[in-house]
């Protein structure tokens, strides 16, 4: 068999496995690219204020969200962002069938939040992060789970890390069926004026294949890391050291027996890193637990949280653990770029509409190479009848 038949079966086939898969990937990927603000445009009551002001405390806030979540514990606390902005209090609640030390995705853990105007202290509403639906307090958080683990769980997760990987494959394999043979690349590169219906849809898939195949390569490698870290990074040690174990990290309780409150944890990492922007409070759930001081500085590829972390004896208020972007070793660096690849967030605006564009292209070739398979299977089955008669 000719490398190139071996090619075409080899991408027509994994593509049909996987069309549905990669189409449903695929769009949901380009919403949840701007899920922040489409959830905000979607949930103004709960996401924005209108009023001004000097911003109650953390303690304040936490107090006032507790009241909400009596039974449950608070783990995150993520501050206004923007001028309109609202702080969101995050509770994290351990499943019943929560296998310790081994569920770490998907649907381990029940989340909460309380959205709290950061001026008044009044409380703008609540809701469980862990249900999905389409009414517009959850359809983004249903699409991130589409989009991950197809709501289905670790299951899930499983099949949307072994599907990006088959995508590589049919990636490449694409590249190479592109490729011009009589390198009459300017034909190959646009859409023929004039096409009949078959024609276009045929350019259609081989142009919108071309000119999406790096960013879909890219986001499609970084997604298959985002699910497999496990196994990608022991390759990326063998050239770079990647510091890992950060969740051991705990507080020493000794004879101090009381918690410090939050804006001394706060002051502390304000200290460490004193122009960098406040980005969430990781609080501590347990007597173990630290504080975690999430804070994003000048120039940062992780947009949306921030990488300058600062881990906080829950006691002691002693410093227990730095980590800065800054010095980061090279293996490290490739780890922080994954996700803001992923998402685009690593080049702003720009990133963003490329990855959204590459989740679009993605549902147009699943469509469109559906389309070329049933017409020629079509046509054979025509073909088969005349042979007949």
Same mark, same amino acid.
Do not use: C, M
């Given at each position: 068999m000719k490398i190139r038949n071996l090619f075409v079966k080899i991408h027509l086939y994994l593509s049909l496995f996987l069309g549905i898969i990669l189409g449903v990937v695929g769009l949901t990927g380009s919403i949840i690219v701007f899920d922040e603000a489409l959830d905000k445009m979607l949930n103004p009551d709960l996401l %924005?204020?209108? %009023? $001004? =002001?000097e911003y109650r405390s953390a303690s304040e806030i936490l107090e006032i969200a507790k009241d909400v979540y009596p039974d449950k514990t608070p783990?995150? !606390?993520?501050?206004? $962002? =923007?001028?309109? =902005? &609202?702080? &969101?209090?995050?509770? $994290? &609640?351990? $499943?019943?069938?929560?296998v310790k030390d081994k569920a770490k995705c998907c649907n381990a853990f029940d989340w909460y939040q309380v959205m709290i105007n950061p001026v008044s202290g009044e409380v703008l509403g609540w809701r469980n992060q862990s249900e999905y639906g389409f009414d517009r307090k959850h359809i983004i958080k249903t699409m991130h789970g589409l989009h991950s683990y197809l709501l289905m769980g670790s299951t899930g997760r499983n099949i949307i890390g072994i599907a990006g990987i088959l995508w590589l494959i049919i990636t490449i394999t694409g590249i190479y069926l592109w490729w011009p043979k009589n390198r009459k690349f300017k034909s190959a590169l646009t859409l023929k004026k004039d096409a009949n219906p078959i024609r276009f849809n045929f350019d259609l898939h081989r142009v919108s294949g071309f000119y999406s195949a790096v960013i879909v390569f890219v986001v499609t490698f970084t997604g298959v890391y985002i699910v497999y870290p496990q196994y990608i990074k022991p390759a990326i040690k063998i050239f770079s050291p990647i510091e890992e174990n950060l969740k051991? !990290?705990? /507080?020493?309780? =000794? /004879?101090? /027996? %009381?918690?410090?409150? &939050?804006e001394t944890a706060l002051s502390i990492a304000n200290k460490v890193f004193p122009n960098a922007e406040l980005m969430a409070i990781g609080l501590p759930i347990d007597k173990k637990d630290t504080y975690r001081i999430y804070k994003r500085q000048k120039g940062e590829v992780r947009k949306s949280k921030g990488k300058s972390v600062v881990w906080i004896d829950q006691y002691s208020a002693n410093i227990i653990k730095i980590k800065d972007p800054n010095s980061m070793s090279a293996g490290e660096t490739f780890v922080n770029w994954q996700f803001p690849l992923h998402t685009g967030e690593a080049f702003g605006m720009f990133g963003r509409l490329l990855v959204f564009f590459s989740g679009i292209a993605t549902t147009v070739l699943v469509i469109t190479g559906t389309i070329i398979w049933y017409r020629k299977k079509r046509m054979k089955y025509l073909k088969l009848l005349k042979q007949r008669d």
């Open positions: %924005s204020v209108a %009023s $001004k =002001g783990a995150i !606390i993520h501050p206004p $962002k =923007g001028d309109y =902005g &609202v702080f &969101v209090v995050w509770f $994290k &609640v351990a $499943k019943d069938n929560l051991n !990290i705990t /507080s020493q309780r =000794g /004879s101090e /027996s %009381s918690t410090i409150p &939050v």
